[in-house]
T-cell receptor
Framework: SAVISQKPSRDICQRGTSLTIQCQVD?????MFWYRQQPGQSLTLIAT?????????ESGFVIDKFPISRPNLTFSTLTVSNMSPEDSSIYLC??????????FGPGTRLTVL | QKEVEQNSGPLSVPEGAIASLNCTYS??????FFWYRQYSGKSPELIMS????GDKEDGRFTAQLNKASQYVSLLIRDSQPSDSATYLC???????????????FGKGTKLSVKP
């Protein structure tokens, strides 16, 4: 597995502001992913963060709303921009270490007022 | 639309019983299958992965895969109250139009083990 940390663990934000979530891994990984889990729902992939290239976004998610950085093989950030209450979710990063197996960070619980 | 279906539950079993969790998937090209456990307020934790037809055992957990029926299950033997959680089935799809390594998650089955 991998030791994955996320910051912040939770935050309460005002509508129209932006929040940047950090994901740090204890060793180099090729693939890092960002998921959203809305209240009572399962996980939905937002994008794949590739080191040295642009992130790949899933249908329904756009770079202007969820810009992602991946400056090296152990770190990534996800920004939730111009937030609305509908963005209230848990945001999770995950890493792929072996054979499509993904391990998740502890998550960031975001509440937008 | 690629789908992974699970009964949302709650599934309630007495302590010591076998809990059986089921999952079906829509894409015959699916390659890899995973069970995650998620406690309330926590992130998903990988329990089992399975890639070929048949059974795979790890302690009290057994994953079963039947690609012909597009069905994967998780058995938990000697269920304990600490097993009470939501169990998420996840599948990676062949030639999925999104990102490489994309996991498609079911909505999860909530398991309650009663002492």
């Amino acid at each position: 597995s991998a030791v994955i940390s996320q910051k912040p663990s939770r935050d309460i934000c005002q509508r129209g502001t932006s929040l940047t979530i950090q994901c740090q891994v204890d060793s180099q990984v090729t693939m890092m992913f960002w998921y959203r889990q809305q209240p009572g729902q399962s996980l939905t992939l937002i994008a794949t963060a590739n080191q040295g290239s642009e992130a790949t976004y899933e249908s329904g998610f756009v770079i202007d709303k969820f810009p992602i950085s991946r400056p090296n093989l152990t770190f990534s950030t996800l920004t939730v921009s111009n937030m609305s209450p509908e963005d209230s979710s848990i945001y999770l990063c995950s890493v792929d270490r072996l054979t499509d197996t993904q391990y998740f960070g502890p998550g960031t619980r975001l509440t937008v007022l | 639309q690629k789908e992974v279906e699970q009964n949302s539950g709650p599934l309630s079993v007495p302590e010591g019983a076998i809990a059986s969790l089921n999952c079906t998937y829509s894409d015959r090209g699916s390659q890899s299958f995973f069970w995650y456990r998620q406690y309330s307020g926590k992130s998903p934790e990988l329990i089992m992965s399975i890639y070929s037809n048949g059974d795979k055992e790890d302690g009290r957990f057994t994953a079963q895969l039947n690609k012909a029926s597009q069905y994967v299950s998780l058995l938990i033997r000697d269920s304990q109250p600490s097993d009470s959680a939501t169990y998420l089935c996840a599948v990676t799809l062949l030639n999925y139009g999104g990102s490489q390594g994309n996991l498609i998650f079911g909505k999860g089955t909530k398991l309650s083990v009663k002492p």
